[in-house]
C-alpha cells in the first residue's frame, strides 16, 4: 500500500477549517495521483492504492464534516462507492488467485516443493495481494487434489468468476468516467473553497 502523501502548510494559528482544506485537497491530489490506472484493468496493486486514496479522501471529509460544506457529504457517497466498487474487485483477484492456484498446481507436472515456491513467489508478491502461506501449502497438497467432477466445477466456478471480475471492472470503470464527465475533481475544489 503507498504511503500517505505528506501534509504540507498547515497553520496551528489557522482555523479547524482551513487545515481541514488543506488536508481535504492534499488527500484529493493523492487520490488522482492513481486515475492513469484507472484503463488498466489488472494493475491490481496501483488501483488498490486508488481505493486507498478515496478511503483517505472520504475519511478526511468525514472527519471535518462540521468544518466541512455540508455538499461534501455527496463527494462522500461517491467515495464510499468508488471504494466498494474497487474492494469488490480485490475480493474477484484473490478468488480467481485461489481457484487458478487450486486448479494450476495439480496441472503443472512441478514437483510439490517447487511447486510451492513459485506460487509463493507468484501470490505473495507480484499481485498486489498476499495469500497466506498456510493456505497456499494447504492448495498444493499433493494429496488434496481435486476429483474430476470438483474440477469441473472449479472451472466453472473461475470461469464465472473471471467474468464477474470484467463486469465489475466495467461497472467501476464506467462510474469513474461519469465522475470525470462532470468534473468531478472541480466540483470538491468547489466545495472546499466555498465558506
Given at each position: 500500500?503507498?504511503?500517505a502523501?505528506?501534509?504540507?502548510g498547515?497553520?496551528?494559528?489557522?482555523?479547524?477549517?482551513v487545515?481541514a482544506?488543506?488536508?481535504?485537497?492534499?488527500?484529493l491530489?493523492?487520490l488522482?495521483?492513481?486515475a492513469k490506472?484507472v484503463?488498466i484493468?489488472?494493475h491490481v496493486?496501483e488501483l488498490h492504492d486508488l481505493?486507498?486514496?478515496a478511503k483517505r479522501?472520504?475519511?478526511?471529509l468525514?472527519?471535518?464534516e462540521?468544518?466541512l460544506p455540508?455538499a461534501?457529504q455527496a463527494?462522500?457517497?461517491?467515495?464510499?462507492?468508488?471504494q466498494?466498487?474497487i474492494?469488490?474487485?480485490?475480493?474477484?483477484?484473490v478468488?480467481i488467485a485461489?481457484l487458478?492456484?487450486c486448479?494450476?498446481?495439480?496441472?503443472s507436472?512441478?514437483?510439490?516443493?517447487e511447486?510451492?515456491?513459485d506460487t509463493k513467489?507468484?501470490y505473495?508478491?507480484k499481485k498486489?495481494?498476499?495469500?497466506?502461506?498456510?493456505?497456499i501449502?494447504?492448495l498444493l497438497?499433493?494429496?488434496a487434489?481435486p476429483?474430476?467432477?470438483q474440477?469441473?466445477?472449479?472451472?466453472?466456478?473461475?470461469l464465472?468468476?473471471q467474468q464477474?471480475?470484467?463486469?465489475?471492472y466495467?461497472d467501476?470503470r464506467?462510474h469513474?468516467?461519469?465522475?470525470?464527465?462532470?468534473?468531478?475533481?472541480?466540483?470538491?475544489?468547489?466545495?472546499?473553497?466555498s465558506?
Amino acid at each position: 500500500m503507498a504511503k500517505a502523501k505528506p501534509i504540507r502548510g498547515l497553520d496551528s494559528q489557522a482555523s479547524t477549517g482551513v487545515n481541514a482544506r488543506i488536508i481535504a485537497r492534499t488527500r484529493l491530489d493523492e487520490l488522482y495521483s492513481w486515475a492513469k490506472y484507472v484503463d488498466i484493468p489488472y494493475h491490481v496493486r496501483e488501483l488498490h492504492d486508488l481505493r486507498i486514496a478515496a478511503k483517505r479522501l472520504r475519511y478526511t471529509l468525514e472527519v471535518f464534516e462540521d468544518v466541512l460544506p455540508a455538499a461534501s457529504q455527496a463527494v462522500v457517497k461517491e467515495l464510499s462507492r468508488i471504494q466498494d466498487e474497487i474492494g469488490a474487485l480485490h475480493d474477484s483477484d484473490v478468488m480467481i488467485a485461489l481457484l487458478r492456484l487450486c486448479l494450476g498446481s495439480q496441472d503443472s507436472g512441478m514437483a510439490y516443493e517447487e511447486a510451492l515456491v513459485d506460487t509463493k513467489k507468484k501470490y505473495q508478491s507480484k499481485k498486489g495481494f498476499t495469500l497466506p502461506a498456510d493456505l497456499i501449502a494447504d492448495l498444493l497438497e499433493p494429496g488434496a487434489a481435486p476429483s474430476a467432477e470438483q474440477r469441473y466445477g472449479l472451472e466453472r466456478m473461475l470461469l464465472m468468476q473471471q467474468q464477474g471480475r470484467e463486469k465489475q471492472y466495467s461497472d467501476f470503470r464506467q462510474h469513474w468516467y461519469q465522475l470525470q464527465a462532470r468534473d468531478f475533481r472541480r466540483e470538491i475544489l468547489d466545495i472546499l473553497d466555498s465558506h
